[in-house]
C-alpha cells in the first residue's frame, strides 16, 4: 500500500470513527452509513452543497434563471444588493445620493476591493461594466435606456445623469445581470475574475461548480471554505439528493415538496412571499390569441382562486391577471375584482369570434417547479369551455433558448422575484419591451406605464400603477393565478442561510456548516 493510500485511508479511519457519529447527531438524517460518512467529510472539510438547475448561459449579458445569477452572485458583485424585504443594501456602492431634479446619481465606490486576481477595483473597472452590459442588445440596455451618461468623478465615484426622470432608477442597479467586471475582461461567460466572495475552482457543464473562499474578500472571509452547485435535470432528483444528504441547501423545488419538508425536525425550511408569478399568456398579434373575444374566453374560462389553492397549497397569494401584487403596498389595487369563471359563458364567446365548435392551441411549459401542474390545471378548466389544449414540456434551456418562448401561441413563463413593480411593466406589458413575450400593444396602459416610470409625484405613480391593472384585468392576453413563495430548505446542521425572493440572489458566504 502506497504512503498516499495508507495517509487517506487514515483520514477515512478518522472521520469514520469521529465524524460519523457528529453527522448523524447534528443532521439526524435516517441515511445509510456511507451517506453518513459523506456528510461528516463534508462538515469537517467545511464544504456546502447546493442543489441547482443546469446552467444555460453564464454571461452576465444574457444570464437570467436562478442557478445562472447563483454563479455569478458567487463570484462577483453587484454595485447594491436587496434583502429579503426588497431593501437596498450597499455592497460595491458604500453610499449613492440624488439631485433635487432627479437626474443626477452620484454613486460612491467602495476602496480596498480587490479581485479575484489580486489587482485592484476602480472607476474603470464600473464603467467598463457598464459600457458591456448597455453596448449590446439585451435587458440591460432596457432597463437603462434613461442613462444619457456615466462618469467618473472626485471621491472614487461615478455619477450617472439621466434623459428623464426614473424614482426607481437606484432599484434598477441591483439588477441581476450588472454584476461588476474587470476592465478589459474577455471570454466573458467563461472565465470568472470577480470580486465576488468566492473564486471558481471548477466548472464541469451538467454535473457541478466547485468554488473556493475568498479569503480577502471585502466582506469578510465567507463561513464555508468550498461550494459546490450540484446540478440536476429534474427538480424532484434534488429533493432526493437533499434527503439523501448529498447536498446541503435546495432552493428550487415545487410547493408539494416543499410541504412535505415543512416541520420536518432534519431540515429548516423558509419560505418567503414574493412578486415572482408563473405567466400564462396567448401571443396576441397573430392567430385566435389576437381576438380579444378569444382572449376574454380564456380568462372567463380560468378559476383563479382553484387554481391558487391546488397547485400553491397556500403559499404565496392570489393573482388577478397583472403583475403588481399584495407586496407592492400602495400600488396594488386591493379591492379590484375579475368577473366569475364562467365555462358557459367562455364557450358563448368564441362561438361570437367564430370558433362554434371550440379551439386546439399547443401550451408550451418548462418542466420546473409547478408550471407542469399549472399547465394540466388550466387544461382541466379550460376543457369545460371548449378549449382543449396539447400540454408540451421542455427543459427551461429549451424553453428559453434562442427566444423561443418569445415565439410561440401559448405559453407559460416563470417570471422570478423584482423588488419593483415597474420592472414587469418595463420588460414584459410595454409595447416595446424586451420580453414582450405576448407581443402585446396597448396605447393606454403604455400612457399609463410612462407616468408611473418617471412621475416623481407619489400619488400619480400609484393612480397609474392602479389604472394599469384595471386595463389588464379587462384586456389582454394575460393570466396571473398566483404570486408564488421563494423556498429554500437546509440540512439542520447549516447555520447562516438568508432566503431571498430571487433564489438566485442568495448570498451563501453567509452560511456555516
Same mark, same amino acid.
Given at each position: 500500500?502506497?504512503?498516499?493510500?495508507?495517509?487517506?485511508?487514515?483520514?477515512?479511519?478518522?472521520?469514520? +470513527?469521529?465524524?460519523?457519529?457528529?453527522?448523524?447527531?447534528?443532521?439526524?438524517?435516517?441515511?445509510?452509513?456511507?451517506?453518513?460518512?459523506?456528510?461528516?467529510?463534508?462538515?469537517?472539510?467545511?464544504?456546502? /452543497?447546493?442543489?441547482?438547475?443546469?446552467?444555460?448561459?453564464?454571461?452576465?449579458?444574457?444570464?437570467?434563471?436562478?442557478?445562472?445569477?447563483?454563479?455569478?452572485?458567487? +463570484?462577483?458583485?453587484?454595485?447594491?444588493?436587496?434583502?429579503?424585504?426588497?431593501?437596498?443594501?450597499? /455592497?460595491?456602492?458604500?453610499?449613492?445620493?440624488?439631485?433635487?431634479?432627479?437626474?443626477?446619481?452620484?454613486?460612491?465606490?467602495?476602496?480596498?476591493?480587490?479581485?479575484?486576481?489580486?489587482?485592484?477595483?476602480?472607476?474603470?473597472?464600473?464603467?467598463?461594466?457598464?459600457?458591456?452590459?448597455?453596448?449590446?442588445?439585451?435587458?440591460?440596455?432596457?432597463?437603462?435606456?434613461?442613462?444619457?451618461?456615466?462618469?467618473?468623478?472626485?471621491?472614487?465615484?461615478?455619477?450617472?445623469?439621466?434623459?428623464?426622470?426614473?424614482?426607481?432608477?437606484?432599484?434598477?442597479?441591483?439588477?441581476?445581470?450588472?454584476?461588476?467586471?474587470? +476592465?478589459?475582461?474577455?471570454?466573458?461567460?467563461?472565465?470568472?475574475?470577480?470580486?465576488?466572495?468566492?473564486?471558481?475552482?471548477?466548472?464541469?457543464?451538467?454535473?457541478?461548480?466547485?468554488?473556493?473562499?475568498?479569503?480577502?474578500?471585502?466582506?469578510?472571509?465567507?463561513?464555508?471554505?468550498?461550494?459546490?452547485?450540484?446540478?440536476?435535470?429534474?427538480?424532484?432528483?434534488?429533493?432526493?439528493?437533499?434527503?439523501?444528504?448529498?447536498?446541503?441547501?435546495?432552493? /428550487?423545488?415545487?410547493?408539494?415538496?416543499?410541504?412535505?419538508?415543512?416541520?420536518?425536525?432534519?431540515?429548516?425550511?423558509?419560505?418567503?412571499?414574493?412578486?415572482?408569478?408563473?405567466?400564462?399568456?396567448?401571443?396576441?398579434?397573430?392567430?385566435?390569441?389576437?381576438?380579444?373575444?378569444?382572449?376574454?374566453?380564456?380568462?372567463?374560462?380560468?378559476?383563479?382562486?382553484?387554481?391558487?389553492?391546488?397547485?400553491?397549497?397556500?403559499?404565496?397569494?392570489?393573482?388577478?391577471?397583472?403583475?403588481?401584487?399584495?407586496?407592492?403596498?400602495?400600488?396594488?389595487?386591493?379591492?379590484?375584482?375579475?368577473?366569475?369563471?364562467?365555462?358557459?359563458?367562455?364557450?358563448?364567446?368564441?362561438?361570437?369570434?367564430?370558433?362554434?365548435?371550440?379551439?386546439?392551441?399547443?401550451?408550451?411549459?418548462?418542466?420546473?417547479?409547478?408550471?407542469?401542474?399549472?399547465?394540466?390545471?388550466?387544461?382541466?378548466?379550460?376543457?369545460?369551455?371548449?378549449?382543449?389544449?396539447?400540454?408540451?414540456?421542455?427543459?427551461?434551456?429549451?424553453?428559453?433558448?434562442?427566444?423561443?418562448?418569445?415565439?410561440?401561441?401559448?405559453?407559460?413563463?416563470?417570471?422570478?422575484? /423584482?423588488?419593483?413593480?415597474?420592472?414587469?411593466?418595463?420588460?414584459?406589458?410595454?409595447?416595446?419591451?424586451?420580453?414582450?413575450?405576448?407581443?402585446?400593444?396597448?396605447?393606454?396602459?403604455?400612457?399609463?406605464?410612462?407616468?408611473?416610470?418617471?412621475?416623481?409625484?407619489?400619488?400619480?405613480?400609484?393612480?397609474?400603477?392602479?389604472?394599469?391593472?384595471?386595463?389588464?384585468?379587462?384586456?389582454?392576453?394575460?393570466?396571473?393565478?398566483?404570486?408564488?413563495?421563494?423556498?429554500?430548505?437546509?440540512?439542520?446542521?447549516?447555520?447562516?442561510?438568508?432566503?431571498?425572493?430571487?433564489?438566485?440572489?442568495?448570498?451563501?458566504?453567509?452560511?456555516?456548516?
Amino acid at each position: 500500500m502506497s504512503n498516499k493510500t495508507q495517509l487517506s485511508r487514515r483520514r477515512f479511519l478518522q472521520i469514520s +470513527a469521529a465524524g460519523m457519529a457528529a453527522a448523524i447527531g447534528s443532521v439526524g438524517f435516517d441515511l445509510t452509513p456511507e451517506q453518513a460518512l459523506a456528510v461528516a467529510r463534508r462538515q469537517q472539510e467545511g464544504v456546502l /452543497r447546493v442543489a441547482a438547475g443546469n446552467p444555460a448561459t453564464l454571461d452576465p449579458l444574457t444570464a437570467s434563471a436562478d442557478t445562472e445569477i447563483a454563479f455569478l452572485n458567487a +463570484a462577483y458583485d453587484y454595485l447594491i444588493d436587496t434583502n429579503a424585504q426588497s431593501e437596498l443594501i450597499p /455592497r460595491l456602492a458604500e453610499s449613492w445620493d440624488v439631485s433635487e431634479d432627479g437626474l443626477t446619481y452620484t454613486v460612491k465606490i467602495r476602496e480596498g476591493v480587490t479581485f479575484h486576481d489580486g489587482s485592484e477595483l476602480t472607476l474603470d473597472d464600473v464603467l467598463f461594466t457598464f459600457e458591456y452590459l448597455r453596448g449590446e442588445e439585451g435587458p440591460v440596455q432596457g432597463l437603462l435606456s434613461s442613462v444619457d451618461s456615466i462618469e467618473a468623478s472626485d471621491d472614487n465615484s461615478i455619477v450617472i445623469t439621466l434623459s428623464e426622470t426614473n424614482p426607481d432608477f437606484i432599484y434598477n442597479l441591483t439588477d441581476n445581470h450588472i454584476v461588476i467586471l474587470q +476592465a478589459g475582461a474577455t471570454n466573458i461567460g467563461e472565465e470568472f475574475n470577480g470580486t465576488g466572495p468566492f473564486i471558481l475552482e471548477e466548472y464541469i457543464p451538467g454535473d457541478r461548480a466547485v468554488f473556493t473562499a475568498n479569503e480577502n474578500y471585502w466582506g469578510g472571509a465567507p463561513g464555508v471554505s468550498t461550494l459546490e452547485f450540484i446540478y440536476f435535470d429534474d427538480l424532484q432528483a434534488a429533493v432526493n439528493a437533499l434527503q439523501g444528504g448529498v447536498v446541503d441547501i435546495a432552493t /428550487r423545488m415545487d410547493n408539494a415538496s416543499f410541504f412535505n419538508l415543512v416541520g420536518d425536525a432534519n431540515f429548516n425550511a423558509i419560505d418567503l412571499p414574493t412578486n415572482g408569478h408563473d405567466l400564462v399568456r396567448l401571443r396576441s398579434d397573430r392567430g385566435i390569441g389576437a381576438d380579444p373575444l378569444v382572449q376574454q374566453a380564456f380568462k372567463l374560462a380560468t378559476d383563479r382562486d382553484a387554481i391558487y389553492e391546488r397547485i400553491q397549497l397556500g403559499f404565496g397569494a392570489v393573482g388577478k391577471d397583472t403583475p403588481i401584487g399584495p407586496l407592492y403596498g400602495e400600488y396594488f389595487l386591493s379591492d379590484l375584482e375579475l368577473p366569475a369563471r364562467d365555462p358557459e359563458a367562455a364557450r358563448a364567446l368564441l362561438a361570437e369570434a367564430g370558433y362554434e365548435d371550440g379551439v386546439e392551441l399547443t401550451m408550451f411549459v418548462p418542466n420546473s417547479g409547478d408550471r407542469p401542474a399549472l399547465a394540466q390545471a388550466l387544461a382541466a378548466q379550460w376543457a369545460e369551455a371548449g378549449i382543449t389544449i396539447n400540454i408540451e414540456l421542455q427543459d427551461e434551456a429549451t424553453y428559453y433558448a434562442e427566444d423561443g418562448w418569445l415565439e410561440v401561441d401559448l405559453g407559460i413563463t416563470g417570471w422570478g422575484s /423584482r423588488p419593483i413593480a415597474q420592472f414587469y411593466l418595463d420588460f414584459y406589458v410595454e409595447t416595446d419591451a424586451v420580453w414582450n413575450e405576448a407581443h402585446y400593444s396597448n396605447p393606454a396602459v403604455d400612457e399609463q406605464i410612462q407616468i408611473a416610470r418617471t412621475s416623481l409625484d407619489q400619488a400619480e405613480r400609484v393612480a397609474a400603477y392602479h389604472e394599469i391593472q384595471r386595463l389588464l384585468a379587462e384586456d389582454g392576453p394575460f393570466i396571473i393565478s398566483y404570486f408564488f413563495a421563494s423556498f429554500a430548505v437546509a440540512a439542520s446542521n447549516v447555520s447562516g442561510l438568508e432566503s431571498h425572493p430571487f433564489p438566485g440572489r442568495i448570498n451563501f458566504n453567509t452560511v456555516t456548516v
